[in-house]
């Protein structure tokens, strides 16, 4: 049974920094796309960024470009978002994902099938 558990949220004034953590659990980590997704009160869930299983390839929501950077421990079965330059607009639940299979980053929700609970992240203005 797969099992992801965000931490590092909370609250940050406009322009800090926060670092995501999603820990992994129940099967070969290393061998599928990560990826983390956000949502708003009142909004659709977005991707954010994404990491294929070598970390070679990468790819972030335009909105994140310059500031977010996500990354992979495969020997800590861990994923991280590093997100600097905070904005309000930030501001969401922040979810870990998974899927069952490598290759390209998909960017749509519903190509993933595991999720975490989610961590908050407040960004005052």
């Known amino acids: 049974q797969v099992q992801l558990v965000e931490s590092g949220g909370g609250l940050v004034q406009a322009g800090g920094s926060l670092r995501l953590s999603c820990a992994a659990s129940?099967?070969?980590?290393?061998?599928?796309?990560m990826a983390w997704f956000r949502q708003a009160p009142g909004k659709e869930r977005e991707f954010v960024a994404g990491i294929s299983r070598s970390s070679v390839g990468t790819s972030y929501a335009d909105f994140v470009k310059g500031r977010f950077t996500i990354s992979r421990d495969n020997a800590e079965n861990t994923v991280y978002l590093q997100m600097n330059s905070l904005k309000p607009e930030d501001t969401a639940v922040y979810f870990c994902?998974?899927?069952?299979?490598?290759?390209?980053?998909?960017?749509?929700?519903?190509?993933?099938?595991?999720w975490g609970q989610g961590t908050q992240v407040t960004v005052s203005s």
């Open positions: 994902s998974t899927r069952d299979a490598f290759g390209p980053i998909p960017r749509r929700s519903y190509e993933y099938g595991y």
């Open positions: 129940g099967r070969t980590f290393s061998r599928y796309t």
